[in-house]
Nanobody, 123 residues
Framework: QVQLVESGGGLVQAGGSLRLSCAAS????????MGWFRQAPGKERGLAAAITWYENIFLEDSVKGRFTISRDNAKNTVYLQMNSLKPEDTAVYYCAAARGEGLGYTAANYDYWGQGTQVTVSS
């Protein structure tokens, strides 16, 4: 089994920055792609960023140039650096992990999920 624990969410003013972290524990040796999904009230959960074991990266169009995803395989941790935050970035952010090797673009591609962390951007 795998456990994912997110941290780093909070309240920030528009234009500010936050760094989310997701630490994986348990049977982590078979994990490959890691992703950050987000879900705003009344909206579906969607992929914001993903990174494979070999650091192929996907960024959703609305976050390109503002968010950076990275990982430290030795620490089993993935990060999401969020800069120039906007009120529309307000959502619960979920860390997800997949056994598959390719970039997964939908929730169905991921096998494990964190509990979520709230990010609120005030205008």
């Amino acid at each position: 089994q795998v456990q994912l624990v997110e941290s780093g969410g909070g309240l920030v003013q528009a234009g500010g920055s936050l760094r989310l972290s997701c630490a994986a524990s348990g049977r982590t040796f078979h994990l490959n792609t890691m992703g950050w999904f987000r879900q705003a009230p009344g909206k579906e959960r969607g992929l914001a960023a993903a990174i494979t074991w070999y650091e192929n990266i996907f960024l959703e169009d609305s976050v390109k140039g503002r968010f950076t995803i990275s990982r430290d395989n030795a620490k089993n941790t993935v990060y999401l650096q969020m800069n120039s935050l906007k009120p529309e970035d307000t959502a619960v952010y979920y860390c997800a992990a997949a056994r598959g090797e390719g970039l997964g673009y939908t929730a169905a591609n991921y096998d494990y999920w964190g509990q979520g962390t709230q990010v609120t951007v005030s205008s």
